[in-house]
């Protein structure tokens, strides 16, 4: 049974807020605004996302159902595309601090790996649930991870400090999945459009081509045939110059 405690005004209805996630909401809060005052959260500090990665990183637990989201996700829209595991607990009482070691592995990786966007994900639960999200050490080191970085954790409303330390929040994580591979999703969309008109470009040409061939044919000789216009001429003009030589004879 879930405690809750009430808050009694002169008007209806009574509002009810459990007392255990208001103190957590209390504690996110003087969080968030202590780092938005040290300037973590500054827009200007956020890098692009790059258009065609040539690898996605991603920071979560092995049997979360947010990684099959993802992989399902990037397998429909960017099949080519390498995945890198950078697995870490997403709940529990060291999740935070195997997130954060995750995180900075995936940065000191990145090269080897060649890995250019990380995402660090986790599907929806509670506020206690997704509490690992919200430590600070985690969120300064989302903010320093030399990697771009989406955060992609919970559902729509569900809100982190990681999400506000991230390059992009995405709504859940099949949307961060979405965002790191729309550069590759949008060019193959255009193959798509362009590949009909390839076709018919290429048709046309070959027809032309053909037209050209067939044309050609109609003037091209026979070497055969060829050599007997030529035994033809050589014998008119044999005899042309016998008959010159005999009038010059008589």
């Known amino acids: 049974t879930e405690i809750y405690t009430l808050s009694l005004h002169d008007a209806l209805p009574i509002s009810l807020r459990p007392a255990g996630i208001g103190s957590l909401f209390e504690a996110f809060n003087r969080l968030k605004a202590k780092l938005a005052a ?33 992989l399902v996700t990037l397998r429909r829209r960017a099949p080519h595309l390498p995945v890198v595991l950078y697995p870490a607990p997403v709940q529990g009482a060291d999740a935070a601090s195997r ?45 320093a991870c030399p990697l771009p970085l989406v955060c992609g954790v919970g559902h ?61 044919g109609l003037r091209l000789v026979h070497p055969r045939e060829r050599l007997r216009r030529a035994h033809s001429d050589l014998q008119r003009q044999a005899q042309r110059l016998r008959q010159a030589m005999e009038r010059q004879l008589e």
Do not use: C, K, Y
């Open 38 to 70: 040290e300037g973590l959260f500054d827009p200007a500090h956020r890098r692009p996302l790059p258009r065609f990665p040539r690898a996605v990183g991603i920071v979560t637990s092995p049997q979360a159902a947010a990684l099959r989201d993802v």
């Open 156 to 216: 729509e409303t569900d809100f982190t400090i990681a999400d506000f330390a991230a390059d992009l929040r995405a709504p859940t994580p099949t949307g961060a999945a979405e965002l790191v591979s729309a550069g590759w999703h949008a060019a193959r969309s255009e193959l798509d459009m362009l590949a009909p008109r390839l076709q018919r470009a290429l048709e046309r040409r070959l027809e032309s081509l053909a037209q050209r061939v067939d044309r050609a």
């Open 99 to 143: 997130l954060l070691g995750a995180v900075q592995l995936a940065g000191q990786r990145a090269a080897r790996d060649g890995v250019d966007v990380l995402l660090i994900v986790r599907g929806g639960g509670s506020i206690e649930d997704l509490w690992s999200f919200n430590d600070e050490a985690l969120a300064r080191a989302v903010r």
